[in-house]
């Protein structure tokens, strides 16, 4: 039979920290959705650039987008589990 050890729960300065990472990785999310966007428009007054560039582009956004927001629910989930 295998038994699991129990782990330690994190501490309060843990947790804040750990929140205080997943909202700088959200905002690097949202950055690099800002930056796909702008390269989509950029592409768009490009004749040469192939059709699908912009669709694709702004599909990465929207996921970029989507991880962020995800990043900032775990956060406050982790804040509010800090507060009780």
């Not at 129990?6 to 999310?29: G, I, K, N």
């Amino acid at each position: 039979m295998v038994t699991e050890s129990l782990r330690a729960l994190p501490s309060t300065d843990e947790l804040l920290d750990r929140a205080s990472r997943l909202r700088a990785d959200a905002d690097l999310m949202d950055g690099y959705a800002r930056r796909l966007l702008a390269a989509a428009s950029e592409l768009s007054a490009c004749w040469a650039a192939p059709q699908w560039s912009r669709p694709t582009l702004e599909q990465q956004a929207a996921a970029c987008g989507t991880s962020a927001k995800q990043l900032r629910t775990a956060a406050e989930a982790l804040l509010a589990h800090s507060r009780a």
